[in-house]
C-alpha cells in the first residue's frame, strides 16, 4: 500500500476510534441527564463506528507496525447538546472535507480496500449527521428523540432507524449482519 494511502488510513481509524468511544462516553451521560433515546442513537453510531475502524484497520492488510497517529476529535463533558453539537462538527467534517480528500488519494494511488472502505465510512457518516442534528433538535426543546429500532450494519455501518434491509443498501450485507439497537 502506499504511505499517502496508508497514513490516511491510520488517521481515520484514530477518529473512527476515538468517535466510537466519545459517543459512548456522551451516551452514558445523555442516560442520566434523562434523554434515553439520544443515549440509545449515541450507543448505536458508536456501534457503526466501530464499524469504521475495523474497516480501515483491515484495508490496510499487512501495513504494520508503529506510528505516530494524528487524529482530530472532540473533547469535553458538556451538556448534551453540546455533545450532540460536537458530534454533528465531526461528523460534518469528515463528509465535508476529511473522506473526499482520503478517497482523492485513495483513488490516485489505485488502492481498492482503501477506496471501498473510505466509501462505506462517508456513506454512513452523511446519516449520522442527519440523525444528530434531528436530535440535537428534540434536545434544543427540552424533549427526547422520537426514534424507533436502530439497525447498524456491522461490515460498513449503515444506520437506519426501522427494520433491517434484506441487503445492505452501501456494502450489500445479508440482513444478519445489522446489529439492533431498540
Not at 434523562?34 to 463506528?49: C, F, Q
Not at 476529511?98 to 482523492?104: D, G, I, K, R, V
Amino acid at each position: 500500500m502506499h504511505e499517502m494511502t496508508a497514513a490516511d488510513l491510520r488517521s481515520a481509524f484514530g477518529g473512527e476510534s476515538m468517535a466510537h468511544m466519545r459517543y459512548k462516553i456522551w451516551a452514558d451521560k445523555a442516560e442520566q441527564k434523562g434523554y434515553p433515546n439520544v443515549a440509545r442513537l449515541l450507543r448505536a453510531i458508536s456501534r457503526a463506528e466501530q464499524a469504521h475502524a475495523t474497516g480501515h484497520f483491515a484495508a490496510m492488510g499487512d501495513v504494520g507496525g508503529a506510528f505516530p497517529v494524528t487524529a482530530g476529535g472532540g473533547f469535553g463533558l458538556n451538556g448534551t447538546s453540546e455533545d450532540l453539537q460536537g458530534a454533528i462538527d465531526g461528523e460534518t467534517f469528515e463528509v465535508e472535507e476529511m473522506y473526499p480528500a482520503y478517497l482523492a488519494v485513495a483513488e490516485a494511488q489505485q488502492e481498492k480496500s482503501a477506496i471501498r472502505s473510505i466509501q462505506y465510512a462517508l456513506s454512513a457518516e452523511e446519516i449520522h449527521a442527519a440523525m444528530f442534528t434531528e436530535a440535537k433538535a428534540a434536545v434544543d426543546q427540552g424533549k427526547d428523540v422520537e426514534l424507533g429500532p436502530i439497525q447498524i450494519c456491522t461490515v460498513c455501518g449503515h444506520t437506519l432507524e426501522g427494520d433491517a434491509p434484506a441487503r445492505c443498501p452501501i456494502c450489500g450485507a445479508a440482513k444478519r449482519k445489522y446489529e439492533g439497537f431498540a
